[in-house]
RNA sequence: GGCGCUAUCGUCUAAGGGUUAGGACACCGCCCUCUCAAGGCGGGAAUACGGGUUCGAAUCCCGUUAGCGCUACCA
């Protein structure tokens, strides 16, 4: 037998920018469909236009193309089963729900949410479930008809069937069964004509061939209605799986508020691609050993289902930021030259025009003392500007009342050296600590604190190496004039 | 409130009837060291609770509790 092709799909609505949480369901569909060597499509959700955001759809291709998760079919990049914008197929889902009312799966309904709102509120404390009470589904043809010329505003609803019990198969949650009695007379077309995620993600699902739906926890409820809709059209079902939540460090459901939600923030921050997927998929999945470090197609090799967990998850920065060094350990100086310009240009040092070499150069002496790029100009802003204050714990333990004349003896050293290596500021300075007969460290510290302000950092050999013996030479003279005791 | 889902160290998780319940992050200690990191070595830390089933339960079943989700003309 011919196995058909496998379709997945990630069908993100665009709320502006792309939630960390839809990152991870994002990289879990794209591994399952690379993995079995399937189709994957990119479709926009765009069914509530009260939420629509300029340019979400862009930024949202974007940050997956940054994520390196190509899909193969979707909006701008085209495919046999678009347009891949549900906005742009509203006939479409008009011509399937009128269908379900003429098979008489589906009604018009002319209630004012007033009046359903009131309902709501009358039966609230009752104990009862507050759906809809189906009015208007004992309305006559000719009420309809009357109705439908005046052009009142009107929805259609689905029909939900009394004293059914709905059961499914999850490949995640396994056997899972709801009461259709539970279920609400579910709105399918608005009064504003677009259709509601339940229609249009069960049409557009079959009409694009999807396969396997994978998606987040909270659709799990509403699967029913899908089921009842795919029966209503006579449509296979696609096989489901409900992604855990990734939660929040109290375990409400990752928000805003509680730190960054956006894959562009941690883009921003510098966390690197490979980092910030690594981590998320490890949100809910696990090779089963102890590997914990991967790049995105070994992923796609390891990737299963099966092993995906059912407990939700929660986003935690420490595990990010330790896994995220892990991939920087793996790139060159080279590799993250472009990043920390990107940083450098979107913050006060846009003006810099620094070299490639000084960049590597930085980047080498801090690249084990981060978690992210952006961590350079949070811990060593000496590199990109002098001092602007001197540390005062670290003033105390080593400027001492010798200190200004020692580190003049210093100067006169380093003036005299041609195109230091590190190994020359080294020698020199021990030259120089010999001559005074005082340890190395009596200039190592003063001299740390006078370049970058600060008693931590790489090794001093490699900041004043970094940093060139013009400046070096200036920093400290400024110190002895600045300190004084 | 109703319905559903979930439950192993603080966190991410492994073990799916027999293990001293394993690893990683974080934390603590030691080593390395000009500082801070990184790295190496070591340490403390968990089966939510109660009942069953079984020779034997973290694992299977039931209940309780807790958390979360859903309960819209939002997705």
New binding site residues.
């Given amino acids: 037998m011919i196995s058909k092709t496998i379709r997945i799909r990630f069908?993100?609505?665009p709320?502006g920018y792309l939630h960390v949480g839809g990152l991870r369901t994002a990289l879990y569909n794209y591994l399952f469909a690379r993995q079995n060597k399937g189709v994957f499509i990119l479709r926009i959700?765009?069914?509530?236009?009260?939420?629509y955001v300029e340019g979400a759809v862009e930024n949202l291709i974007n940050t997956l193309r940054w994520a390196g998760l190509d899909f193969d079919e979707g909006p701008k990049k085209g495919g046999s089963f678009g347009p891949y914008i549900?906005s742009e197929r509203l006939d479409i889902y008009r011509k399937y729900a009128e269908q379900l009312v003429n098979d008489g799966k589906a009604y018009y309904?002319?209630?004012?949410?007033e009046r359903?709102?009131k309902m709501?509120d009358d039966l609230e404390?009752?104990?009862?479930?507050?759906?809809?009470d189906k009015t208007c589904l004992k309305l006559s043809q000719s009420d309809i008809e009357k109705n439908l010329a005046v052009r009142s505003?009107?929805?259609i609803?689905m029909k939900v069937p009394e004293n059914r019990i709905i059961k499914f198969h999850?490949l995640?949650?396994?056997?899972?069964?709801?009461?259709s009695d539970?279920i609400?007379d579910?709105?399918l077309?608005?009064?504003?004509g677009?259709?509601?995620?339940?229609l249009?993600?069960v049409v557009d699902d079959h009409l694009m061939k999807v396969t396997h739906v994978i998606r987040?926890?909270?659709?799990?409820?509403?699967v029913p209605k899908h089921i009842l809709l795919y029966e209503y059209f006579g449509w296979e079902i696609p096989k489901l799986a409900?992604l855990?939540?990734l939660?929040n460090?109290?375990?409400?459901?990752l928000?805003k508020r509680q730190g960054d939600v956006a894959v562009e923030d941690y883009k921003a921050k510098g966390y690197l691609k490979e980092g910030l997927v690594n981590f998320v998929a490890?949100?809910?999945?696990?090779p089963?050993?102890?590997r914990?470090i991967f790049s995105l197609d070994e992923l796609v090799k390891e990737f299963s289902l099966e092993?995906v967990?059912?407990?939700?998850?929660?986003?935690?920065i420490?595990?990010?930021?330790?896994?995220n060094?892990?991939h920087i350990?793996q790139k060159t100086n080279e590799d993250l030259i472009p990043i920390l310009k990107e940083i450098l240009s979107n913050s006060k040092y846009k003006g810099l025009n620094l070299s490639d070499e000084y960049l590597a150069n930085v980047i080498g002496a801090m690249r084990?003392?981060?978690?992210y790029v952006s961590g350079i100009l949070e811990?060593s802003s000496y590199f990109f500007e002098q001092p602007q204050s001197y540390d005062e714990n670290?003033l105390k333990k080593h400027w001492r009342q010798e200190t200004p004349n020692q580190l003049s003896k210093l100067i006169k050293e380093y003036s005299l050296l041609q195109n230091p290596t590190k190994e020359d500021y080294?020698t020199a300075l021990k030259k120089t600590a010999e001559q005074l007969g005082i340890g190395?460290?009596k200039l190592?510290?003063p001299?740390?604190l006078a370049v970058s302000g600060?008693?931590?950092?790489?090794?001093?050999?490699?900041i004043l190496f970094t940093l060139g013996k013009e400046e070096v030479i200036k920093r400290i003279e400024t110190a002895i004039n600045k300190i004084k005791f």
């Fill in positions: 069908a993100p609505s709320t959700e765009d069914t509530d236009r009260t939420r549900q309904c002319f209630c004012t949410s359903l709102e709501r404390g009752t104990g009862a479930f507050a759906k809809y505003t009107y929805v609803r999850d995640i949650r396994e056997e899972v069964e709801i009461a539970l609400d579910q709105v077309i608005k009064s504003d677009y259709p509601t995620y339940h249009a993600n987040g926890e909270e659709w799990l409820p509403s409900h855990p939540l939660l460090a109290d375990r409400s459901k928000s490890f949100l809910g999945w696990n089963g050993d102890e914990e092993r967990g059912k407990a939700g998850a929660i986003f935690n420490e595990k990010l930021n330790w896994i060094l892990q350990h084990v003392r981060i978690n811990k670290v080294e190395a460290g190592i510290h001299t740390r600060m008693g931590e950092g790489p090794g001093l050999y490699d």
